[in-house]
């Protein structure tokens, strides 16, 4: 996990995600749908935060780059 402090009241926290042992189930049939990994698994995620008034930071955008390639 990396933070930035842009200024006193922004901040970027970015992190990586891997995805490549995560399933769906099938709620009907009970199945497990299995994927062979790919580098299309590993996320790198950035929320940039605002500092309110009162001191609470908040995400006001969150976006997901896929297949990244710092994150593999």
């Known amino acids: 996990m990396k ?4 200024t006193d009241d922004i ?3 970015s992190y990586c995600e891997g995805r ?7 709620i009907t049939s ?8 790919s580098p299309s698994d590993f996320i790198k ?3 940039t935060l ?3 008034g009162n001191g609470t930071w908040v995400v006001r955008s969150f ?10």
């Open 11 to 13: 901040a970027l926290v």
């Open 50 to 52: 605002a500092k309110t």
């Open 20 to 26: 490549s042992k995560a399933y769906a189930k099938d």
């Open 45 to 47: 995620n950035t929320a």
């Open 30 to 37: 009970g199945k497990t749908r299995k994927t062979e990994p």
């Open 3 to 6: 933070v930035e402090i842009h």
């Open 63 to 72: 976006r997901g780059k896929t297949s990244a390639k710092e994150c593999q």
